[in-house]
């Protein structure tokens, strides 16, 4: 099957040899974020009053953003941009510099149930496997995933003492894999599949959605799972669907498949690294983490969900969880309670000078609908 922009499956031994997703930052390039920051912090404006103009960043810098997007879009579907100066920046600078960073390569989604439009991946003593667990304040080990935006980008500022690896997989490999081995499951994956939103709902839709695993498109591959959402949306919600004997087979295929050493590349985030993963074509999770008891040492990296405009298709079953399947929109995040009328106005602002795609966000499903249909 053919694969969209050039993106094609690959194993881990294929991205230990060829590295060419990987790029090492100039001189010159670090230098262009450094003085966008001292510009950014004289402007004084909060995060969602900037524009491009408030953090200038001279040609090199936005060429070297420019082609970590495009690389992402491309051969491996992922890219490691490694050598942003964190050590010398404040947790502060390092904030403003990254959403700065983030203004060029796309427009920001909200990612929690407080409309928080950047995490922090640290661990602040939450549960994983709980009712409305989320990993990224925790020290788990996470299910592999895919977050909830064209992009996913994470800022390392601090490892931790041990643990913490970065685990990615090609979706693509991974279907190709459940292909040779069960082609039976292919439609079984193309079905529709409920998950929880895990409490990040906006509080006018449903708590729990409805999108396939795997995509049908024959050109642009996608794939979406995360099996403790699934699981999740089989306890706490009576009126989804009960899974099939065969979907109960396709999840323990895939959970066995995924950590594979035939699939799975692990990596080790350095300062300074800024990971970016293709959510449509890759899949990640990483290992469980010790911290060092110093709080100015412990883990810390920091989260962006990017819409980016040289984005996808994706197929019309997607459209309930993305709010938009055409190829360069605004779409994806989850809306959480505290949408606000600045992110708003940041978001349809952004998407003009990005030139994407826009238009005001509307449930596709709501509780009143389901109760209209349910009577």
Not at 309 to 335: I, K
């Amino acid at each position: 099957m053919s694969t969209p922009f050039q993106v094609r499956p690959w194993l881990a031994e294929d991205v230990r040899h060829d590295t060419s997703w990987i790029i090492r930052m100039t001189a010159e390039e670090v230098a262009g974020f450094d003085a966008a920051l001292a510009h950014a912090q004289g402007t004084g404006k909060g995060l969602l009053e900037m524009n491009q103009e408030d953090f200038p960043l001279p040609d090199a810098s936005r060429a070297v953003l420019k082609r970590a997007i495009d690389t992402t879009q491309e051969r491996w579907g992922m890219c490691l941009l490694k050598g942003f100066p964190v050590q010398r920046w404040t947790e502060a600078q390092t904030r403003l510099a990254y959403w700065g960073m983030g203004l060029y390569m796309g427009v920001g989604r909200t990612q929690n149930r407080a409309s928080e439009i950047i995490n922090d991946v640290r661990d602040a003593g939450g549960n994983y496997k709980i009712k409305g667990g989320r990993g990224y304040n925790t020290n788990a080990g996470l299910d592999f995933h895919q977050d909830s935006c064209d992009v996913v980008a994470l800022l390392c500022r601090r490892t931790a003492k041990s643990g913490g690896t970065s685990k990615v997989i090609s979706s693509i490999a991974l279907r190709d894999e459940v292909q040779r081995l069960r082609p039976d499951l292919i439609p079984v994956l193309q079905q529709p599949w409920f998950h929880s939103y895990q409490g990040t709902q906006d509080p006018a839709q449903l708590p729990f959605y409805s999108c396939p695993i795997f995509g049908d498109d024959p050109i642009h591959f996608c794939a979406r799972t995360n099996r403790k959402n699934s699981d999740a949306a089989q306890r706490d919600f009576e009126e989804v669907p009960r899974l099939t004997q065969a979907q109960i087979e396709a999840l323990d295929l895939l959970d066995e498949l995924m950590p594979s050493d035939r699939l799975c590349y692990s990596m080790e985030l350095e300062r300074g690294d800024l990971q970016l993963l293709n959510n449509y074509v890759t899949l990640h999770s990483r290992t469980n983490f010790e911290d060092f008891d110093e709080p100015d040492k412990k883990r810390h990296l920091l989260r962006l969900w990017l819409s980016i405009p040289s984005s996808q298709p994706l197929p019309p079953q997607w459209e309930e969880y993305y709010g938009d399947v055409r190829p360069g929109a605004v779409r994806g995040g989850v809306r959480g309670s505290a949408i606000s009328a600045e992110f708003l106005a940041y978001e349809e602002r952004h998407a003009r000078t990005l030139g994407m795609a826009w238009r005001p966000w509307r449930p596709t499903v709501t509780r009143e609908t389901a109760a209209a249909n349910a009577g």
